[in-house]
């Protein structure tokens, strides 16, 4: 079988993605599977590499060397060897292949690829359209953990109109329900991408402005003393939850830079909590996966206070792969290595496609 695995992209965590792909190219069990590469360039157009196959001596890094191609590179000229073709989106349908995206942000993980998949008829890893546009949307999570009952921090979702008509009003709404410091964030982005800190009304104009050149809506929360524990969910409609892991901070805040160019953050693995604590929040974690309509896989990230309160922050439909990352560490250590996962994955993928298939036929019938 083929895996088209799929990285890049147009959002501004381009670089996440090369990263998460450069360490999943090589957990793939190539005893089953060949490997072909399908880069996105920041301006969305779409490269294909070479098959790597089992027999290949190729080194990953040289097989995944489109990441150069936002420079070109893949131009071929006089004398020059290609490394890639730009292809058209639909040239992905093919028969025994699954898709494996490992894209991040807005076009990536936000419903807007995974619809593509699904108007072509190609399986794919992950999250469906519904699960991965309500994941993606800091506001529209929000809302629905609060149907599902889920305990979250006060908080105060934005409009880029709003702020520009009547910025004191915007003021007025943050202040009024919330306290410094707050935090702010774009609704659509993740990685610490937009986000800020804030400990005054100075600080929060710059912070809604920051986050308002990521996306049109943002979302100001609650600042609160607490830890942050995640936990991984594995599955379809049989789900699995990973041990609870902690982010250990040295500061309050991590942005993009210290989570994934200096390696400054320390993963607690397991998390030091109370059995109670971790039962809650793997029983947290369930039903947050359910509430988005969540398949394959999610990291679920968690706040939790001194006095063991837990507050839900937020659900990613497709966690970071990366040496540096929780998700496929919380499963290392929850009995689960990195290529089984990968397999398990694969599988749920297939497991999915299929059975949509035998409603299209019901359907018809």
């Not at 080194?59 to 073709?85: H, M, Q, W, Y």
């Not at 922050?313 to 499963?331: A, C, R």
Request: with cysteine; aromatic share 10%; glycine share 8%.
């Amino acid at each position: 079988m083929k895996i088209f695995l799929i990285y890049g992209g147009k959002s501004a965590e381009h670089d996440i993605s090369i990263l998460t792909a450069f360490s999943i190219i090589k957990e793939v069990y190539y005893n089953y599977y060949e490997v072909e590469p399908i880069y996105i360039t920041k301006d969305g157009e779409w490269i294909r590499g070479a098959t790597i196959k089992q027999a290949d001596t190729v080194p990953f890094s040289e097989a995944l060397r489109l990441s150069a191609a936002d420079n070109r590179s893949f131009a071929v000229k006089e004398g020059e060897i290609s490394t890639g073709n730009a292809i058209r989106p639909s040239e992905l349908k093919e028969d025994n292949a699954v898709i494996f995206p490992v894209l991040h942000g807005p076009n990536g993980e936000d419903g807007t690829v995974q619809g593509l998949f699904e108007v072509i008829g190609m399986p794919y890893v992950g999250a469906g359209v519904l699960a991965s546009a309500c994941g993606m949307d800091k506001i529209i999570s929000k809302q629905l953990f609060q149907l599902a009952g889920l305990p979250q921090v006060p908080y105060v979702p934005i409009r880029k109109n709003e702020w520009l008509t009547d910025a004191p009003e915007v003021f007025k709404r943050c202040e009024g329900s919330l306290i410094y410091p707050m935090y702010v964030k774009p609704a659509n982005l993740g990685s610490s991408v937009g986000i800020s800190k804030t400990e005054n009304r100075e600080e929060l104009k710059a912070a809604i402005e920051l986050a308002l050149r990521y996306d049109r809506r943002v979302v100001v929360e609650q600042g609160i003393e607490a830890r942050e524990i995640e936990v991984a969910v594995l599955g379809n409609d049989d789900i699995h939850t990973s041990v609870p892991g902690e982010l250990v901070k040295e500061i309050d805040f991590y942005d993009f830079d210290a989570k994934y160019i200096n390696n400054d953050v320390t993963l607690q693995i397991p998390a030091h909590v109370s059995e109670e604590v971790k039962s809650q929040l793997r029983d947290y974690s369930v039903r947050a996966f359910q509430a988005i309509d969540g398949s394959g896989l999610s990291r679920c990230d968690f706040f939790l206070t001194s006095n063991d309160e837990i507050f839900i922050n937020e659900v990613n439909t497709m966690p970071g792969f990366t040496q540096f990352s929780m998700y496929p560490l919380l499963w290392q250590n929850t009995g689960l290595n990195y290529g089984d996962l990968v397999e398990e994955l694969i599988q749920l993928a297939l497991k999915r496609f299929n059975e949509s298939l035998a409603f299209e036929q019901t359907d018809r019938v």
